[in-house]
């Protein structure tokens, strides 16, 4: 099993910056940040491949969100950049082993003036 744990969310204004982690009980060889507004369904954000560092994206997100992971301490961030109200939601860690998925508990970020 996999422990998610996620912290640094919070309220920010238009234009500010968030800095998101999570902390994984296991390394894992991907993890990801998903997002869930109300009335929406829970969309992906960025991931990032724990081999070789690779990343992706939601087109909405590049150039304002930065993904990254320490493989020595199992530790993802999110750096969250020029935030808009349309960023407002709860962020999801996630990731999977074994055919199986994790989640952290999610944290709320509300951006607003």
């Known amino acids: 099993q996999v422990q998610l744990v996620e912290s640094g969310g919070g309220l920010v204004q238009p234009g500010g910056s968030l800095r998101l982690s999570c902390a994984a009980s296991?390394?894992?060889?991907?993890m990801s940040w998903y997002r869930q507004s109300p009335g929406k369904e829970r969309e992906l954000v960025a991931t990032v491949n724990s081999v070789g560092g690779g990343t992706n994206y939601k087109d909405s997100v590049k150039g304002r969100f930065t993904i990254s992971k320490n493989n020595a301490n199992n530790t993802m961030w999110l750096q969250m950049n020029d935030l808009k109200p349309e960023d407002t939601a709860v962020y999801y860690c996630?990731?999977?082993?074994?055919?199986?998925?994790?989640w952290g508990q999610g944290i709320q970020v509300t951006v607003s003036s």
């Open positions: 296991a390394f894992t060889f991907e």
């Open positions: 996630h990731t999977f082993m074994n055919g199986q998925d994790y």
